[in-house]
């Protein structure tokens, strides 16, 4: 089974304060709109080396470019803290340096992969005295069943919903192992090695399962982390900013276009499932949205702020969904009974 332990999960225990800002609070765009950059402007947040829908080639350098623009009335100071893991190397040009008042500095970004991957690397950029800024290396260069266009696919029919072969495979052997039941589900993570051993599987269309139920889950929002698109950035940012209504959360989803309606839609059928046996897994709804919403979202934004607030939002953006599938779920037994 997966460790229990907090270094091996990619996510907080739902039971955690990881803020002070409550994702239940109500602030307005304005709010979001104005929040302090720290006077500093970023030209773009995310790097993708302009390659488009290209896969990244191995073992060649591509490169990309971005301004600091220094805002402030004196100079600053900034430093740029990548973490380099082993599947790719990055560097930046100046990776630190002062920028003069009312100034900007060119940065330029170098990137060799050295064996297939697709993810969206953070990076944070410091300033001496202000904010943090993050940005996003988007690195796609991995065929198969991962960070690829879900249309492209072969999709079967489950539950009312076309969706990749490849998700209903997963959940059938979630459930056949006995995920539902298995606390702490979708918040523990699978071990780091097995899920790279299955991944790389699922990507030679070689499905097979795992002994370690965290894995197959862990898998299961890895899919939907790596979607090229991320699905709620399909929604209005403005539909789930203000997600306090239920109805309006339930409205922007059936308004989704295709196929990130049904994507998101038989995952949330998935949720339901694990939450029926919140009793048992200690999986409630509230902890569902708070542990799955982060892989459904991209932050475009630099500002670090603005970052955290519509990431809470989004959790309570499909924290409302998830209750509504569930109301219904209940009513619908009711009158069965």
């Given at each position: ?57 191995l073992k060649y350098t591509v490169q990309d470019q971005f301004n600091i623009v220094n ?267």
């Amino acid at each position: 089974m997966g460790s229990s332990s907090s270094k091996s999960s990619p996510t907080p225990s739902p039971n955690t304060s990881t803020s002070t800002i409550d994702y239940r609070a109500k602030p307005t765009m304005d709010d979001l709109s104005n929040t302090n950059n720290g006077g500093v402007e970023i030209s773009k947040s995310m790097i993708d080396f302009n390659l488009g829908d290209k896969p990244c080639p191995l073992k060649y350098t591509v490169q990309d470019q971005f301004n600091i623009v220094n805002m402030n009335k004196t100079k600053l100071k900034f430093h740029i803290e990548p973490i380099q893991p082993k599947e790719f190397q990055l560097s930046f040009s100046p990776s630190s340096g002062t920028i003069e008042k009312g100034k900007s500095k060119l940065i330029k970004v170098k990137l060799i992969v050295n064996q297939k991957i697709n993810t969206n690397h953070k990076i944070v950029l410091r300033i001496e005295g202000g904010a943090s800024h993050f940005l996003t290396v988007k690195i796609r260069c991995e065929t198969g069943v991962f960070g690829v266009d879900p249309t492209t696919l072969e999709c079967v029919e489950d539950e009312g919903f076309s969706v990749p072969s490849i998700l209903v495979s997963m959940k059938k052997s979630l459930i056949e192992s006995g995920g539902l039941q298995q606390e702490g589900i979708f918040r523990l993570a699978g071990e780091q090695n097995e899920i790279k051993r299955i991944k790389e599987t699922m990507n030679r269309n070689e499905f097979t399962s795992s002994t370690d139920i965290n894995t197959i889950a862990s898998l299961i929002k890895i899919w939907y982390r790596e979607l090229p698109s991320p699905i709620l950035n399909s929604v209005p940012t403005e539909k789930i900013f203000y997600s306090s209504d239920v109805d309006e959360c339930v409205a922007a989803v059936n308004n989704l276009p295709e196929p990130q309606k049904s994507l998101l839609n038989w995952l949330l059928n998935l949720l339901l499932q694990v939450s029926s046996y919140s009793s048992v897994n200690k999986m409630t709804a509230q902890n569902l949205a708070i542990v799955v919403s982060p892989n459904l979202f991209d932050q475009r934004s630099s500002n670090p702020m603005e970052g955290l607030v519509m990431s809470q939002k989004c959790v309570q953006f499909i924290h409302n969904v998830l209750l509504n599938r569930i109301s219904q779920y209940r009513y619908s037994k009711s009158i069965e009974i």
